[in-house]
């Protein structure tokens, strides 16, 4: 679990004090920043009083994070610095997972395609903040940083990716396009109908699915929501359908999504948005409730993002989701590989 958090309108200027306590000596820290706000200096860089040669690297979330983007971030922080005080990731869900990486292989040798998998992280990762400026992924709190590999698209799951404190400030995402705050948004609600219908629920994670649950449907079906309440409402949900998730799994949609993602670049949230509306199938009631919610906030999904994919991306495309065993028992039970097959996922991806 992340040891520390603070939560609150304008938390983000405690940073300076927050940080002071971890700095060790003259080492800095390094600041990865989404690059959407590479022109807003007001918003990031006056706040954050950098000292002893402390860096930002802004970083392009045009695509998912990948462990060669990782790779490339350390030995450029390597070559540079013989250790880091810590790593700061200030952005949405992909900007906070390239920090949890980063900050992994800053300790640990190899490449972070390594590390791919449940539990191969051996040494303990540098001291690393998130400060989420997007809610919904649950990436904040988190025990696993999703990254597009050589071979798929897998987190590095350990005790040792959480971050060892977490920023929520609520003034951090009021100018989230709205398109965006809907998928990502909805990544935290189809994270609480993955969790609440899988086979590895347990109360622990029930008692944060069902908080998150009732959380997303305030924001996203009461169209009167003050948008100041709505957007810390959706950093509590974002949190809550996090932690649901670290202590149970996730399920079909995100396991397709992967395949998505892996062959077609398609972002996490929305990707997630257009397999989880075709998947009546498996979670009748979420999909339902899903597009209510649509409705109400006038989104009109993308159509036809595989018309034009081959035999040989869709074999690809179900090797990948596929291959995630975890997400599919906890969706289907342990005998999953006996009700879904590459066949049945490949008749899903043609519909999108």
Known sequence: MVPRVVFGNGSFNQIDSILATERKGLSPFVFLVDDVFKDNTAFIEDRLA????????????????????VDTLVQ?????????????????????????????????PGS???????????NKAVYHVGVPTISGTGAEVSRTTVLTGPDRKLGINSDYTPFDQVILDPELIKNVPNDQWFYTGMDCYIHCVESLNGTYLNAFSQSYGEKALDLCKEIFLDGSLDKNDADAKLMMASWHGGMSIAYSQVGVAHAMSYGLAYVLGTKHGIGNCIVFDKLEAYYPEGVALFKEMKKVHNITLPMGICADVTEEQLDTMTSVALSLDPLWENALGADWKDKVNADVLKAIYRKL
């Open 76 to 108: 450029e922080i390597k070559d540079k610095y013989i250790l880091p005080s810590g790593i700061i990731g200030i952005g949405g869900g992909s900007v906070l997972d390239l920090a949890k990486a980063v900050s992994i292989m800053l300790s640990n």
């Open 50 to 69: 950098l000292k002893n040669g402390d860096k930002i690297i802004y970083v392009s979330t045009k695509e998912e994070p990948k462990t060669s983007q």
């Open 112 to 122: 972070a395609a390594d590390y791919q998998g449940w539990d191969l992280v051996k």
